[in-house]
């Protein structure tokens, strides 16, 4: 049995693996982590990761399943996933729409979809490749992009909820992309939240970018910016509360200033909540 | 155009700075291109930091584009992004300042599989000390999966540890001498480890891993110590692997050479 998640979540990093070993009630409710970090035969990042599991739920999130590839799966990725899958029994297991590379390379970037019919059909058989290997709906989350193709024939919220129709997938919604995609293509990123079948979210991702003017860049080493709490909270005021965590790659800071980071994510979520419920009273 | 030409076309453009024309609609390529190879430098930096600290960042850079540009990583990973470049800095000796940097990477490679490689339960001295007299010659032990002996012509070894406790980035190492030597990498708990070899124990230690008995092991220790002190001085050396948890405790396979995990 796998457990319920709620509540709010940090990705698990090594500069903070002691940290979660040492103590069982950080107040962090689960823990995301790279399942291709796991992917190893053995030695430290099993040993701690088994030691954490013990302690706090998780999640396993991707970043090598290349579900939009015109490549074949690799089914010998998808067989190592579906062990760490029985050894650590996360919630759900997600990985990005995207593809990251073609004809057997792997450019280990999260690269955009064209928007198209074609990319639909593609995409909707792996998917059901993927959610019968692994027993339950596969989670995807939206990537931020720095370029459309010129063959895109309808808007990215427009593909995102015709796929979750069509395969049953659930969403892994990135506010920070919706706002860096937003920003760098010139779309109002509400109505990209607005488009996502509620019930379909099952976990948000916050992180931060640099801001350029005219490019912005999801970076994930810096702390969120305030205008992705303010769509943060209009989501939550949208579609509800979700398990929602901080995605931090990169200049990791100590541990506890990700959690009174956390603690901010909390009080808007939990704010935006309120607010919506007692709109909904009055 | 079909997805997988979308994708040939993005690719090409992404890794090869080719122009993609008509792709597009928007343009922020440049941001991918930068990406891509700020990422996989990045990655072989992970697996290789002393190689990168003794070239520096611009002549590691040169480097790395080199082995982007003739092995573009197909792994699901990134961790095992750089596993040929051992080899590929021994077939042109060219791009490194001095031979003993490839041997440092072959060096720092091997840490790196130590680090993450198969766990094994060690073999504990309770399982010797129940063996009978007449078990000890057709024993066979068994190495720990993460073991690995290097042969090396240069004094590496110290020179990484110099620089991989060296505060000052910009440290200047003892340069490496030459030195024909054998070196074991493994890992004892979770900690990646390395010592030197006698010529003897790298011998010996080969020799486990070529399936010889106690007693294969003994005669071969005979040549050099000769054979009255050849026991002796094997059960020497398997008490110091012992402690350096180097033997694993292994199934009975075969029943009745290798010693069974469950009494370690």
């Not at chain 2, 001498?177 to 010529?199: C, F, M, N, Y």
Request: negative net charge; contains cysteine.
């Amino acid at each position: 049995m796998t457990p319920d998640i709620s509540g709010f979540g940090l990705g698990l990093r090594t500069d903070h693996y002691a940290d979660f070993a040492a103590t069982a009630d950080l107040p962090v409710d689960w823990l995301e982590v790279i399942s291709e970090n796991f992917l190893v035969p053995g030695g430290k990042p099993l040993h701690f990761l088994e030691r954490i599991r013990a302690d706090y739920p998780m999640v396993m999130h991707g970043v090598s399943l290349s579900i939009g590839s015109a490549d074949v799966l690799d089914v010998d990725y998808l067989g190592q996933l579906k062990s760490l899958v029985d050894r650590i029994e996360p919630a759900w297991i997600s990985d990005h729409l995207c593809w990251t590379g073609v004809d057997h390379a792997n450019l280990h970037d999260l690269l955009p979809l064209p928007y198209t019919e074609a990319a639909l059909r593609h995409l909707e058989p792996r998917i059901a490749q993927v959610q019968d290997l692994i027993k339950r709906p596969l989670v995807l989350e939206n990537v931020s992009s720095y370029v459309a193709y010129a063959a895109d024939e309808m808007s990215e919220w427009a593909f995102i909820a015709e796929l979750i129709r069509r395969s049953g997938c659930r969403l892994l919604l990135d506010v920070n992309n919706v706002y860096v995609s937003a920003r760098n293509h010139g779309f109002d990123p509400r109505c990209f939240i607005d488009a996502m079948p509620a019930e379909a979210v099952v976990q948000i991702h916050l992180a931060g970018h640099e801001d350029h003017g005219d490019l912005v860049i999801d970076t994930h080493d810096h702390p969120i910016r305030d205008e992705v709490f303010d769509l943060y909270a209009y989501t939550i005021g949208r579609i509800g509360l979700r398990p929602t965590m901080i995605e931090r790659d990169d200049r990791i800071p100590p541990l506890s200033e990700l959690l009174a980071e956390l603690a901010r994510v909390r009080a808007v979520a939990t704010a935006a909540d309120d607010a919506t419920r007692a709109a909904a009273c009055a | 155009m079909r997805l997988i030409d979308v994708q040939r076309t993005m690719q090409r453009a992404i890794t090869e700075g080719a122009d993609p024309p008509a792709l597009l609609s928007a343009g922020g390529i440049a941001v991918y291109r930068h990406a891509w190879r700020a990422r996989m430098i990045e990655a072989l930096r992970a697996n290789y930091p002393v190689v990168h600290r003794v070239l520096g960042d611009e002549a590691f850079a040169e480097l790395g584009d080199a082995y982007l540009a003739s092995h573009p990583s197909h792994r699901r990973s990134i961790r095992w992004f750089g596993d040929r470049l051992p080899a590929f800095v021994r077939q042109d000796p060219g791009l490194l300042p001095h031979p003993a940097v490839a041997e440092m990477a072959c060096f720092e490679w091997a840490l790196s599989l130590a680090f993450d490689g198969p766990d094994a339960e060690p073999l504990g001295v309770a399982a010797l000390a129940a063996l009978e007299p007449g078990e000890w010659a057709s024993l066979r032990f068994a190495l720990h999966p993460t073991c690995q002996l290097l042969r090396l012509e240069w004094s590496v070894a110290p020179v990484w540890r110099e620089l991989a406790d060296a505060d000052d980035p910009n440290h200047q190492a003892s340069r490496p001498e030459p030195l024909d030597h054998a070196v074991l990498i493994w890992r004892k708990g979770l900690q990646p480890s390395w010592r030197s070899l006698t010529p003897l124990e790298a011998g010996l230690l080969e020799g486990i891993r070529n399936g010889l008995s106690f007693e294969a092991l003994c005669a071969l220790a005979g040549d050099v110590v000769g054979e009255p002190d050849a026991p002796t001085a094997v059960l020497g050396f398997v008490q110091q692997w012992l402690v350096d948890e180097i033997l694993a405790a292994t199934p009975a396979a075969d029943g009745q050479s290798h010693i069974d995990s469950q009494s370690a």
